[in-house]
C-alpha cells in the first residue's frame, strides 16, 4: 500500500463536521465514485480505493446518486442486438 500525503487547512474538517479520519475516509470513497461514475476505475477496483467491500461500495454509489451500473447506450444497443430475434 502505498501512503499519500495531504495538506488540509483545518477550518475544513469544521466546516464539514468531520474529523480528520472521517475527513479522509469519506475523501476517498468520493473518489471512488467519481471514478468509476467516469469509467476509469472497475466497480472492484474502486471499492479497493474507498476501502470498501464491493456491497459497501455500491452502498456508497446509491448515497452518491450514480448508478451501479454503468453501460453505454450503444453498449445496451449491441447487446440487445444480439438477442434480437425479429
Known amino acids: ?8 487547512p483545518v477550518t475544513v474538517f ?3 463536521g468531520e474529523s480528520p479520519d472521517e475527513f ?6 468520493a473518489a471512488a465514485v467519481k471514478w468509476y461514475e467516469l469509467g476509469k ?3 472492484g477496483k474502486a471499492a479497493e ?4 467491500s464491493r456491497s ?5 454509489l446509491s ?3 450514480v448508478s451501479s451500473i ?8 449491441k447487446e440487445l442486438a444480439e438477442y434480437d430475434i425479429s
Open 49 to 52: 480505493v474507498a476501502g470498501l
Open 24 to 29: 479522509i475516509s469519506e475523501m476517498r470513497i
Open 70 to 77: 454503468q453501460i453505454s447506450t450503444e453498449e445496451m444497443d
Open 14 to 16: 469544521a466546516a464539514l
Open 1 to 8: 500500500m502505498q501512503n499519500v500525503s495531504l495538506e488540509i
Open 63 to 65: 448515497r452518491f446518486k
Open 56 to 60: 459497501a461500495f455500491i452502498e456508497a
Open 41 to 43: 476505475l472497475s466497480q
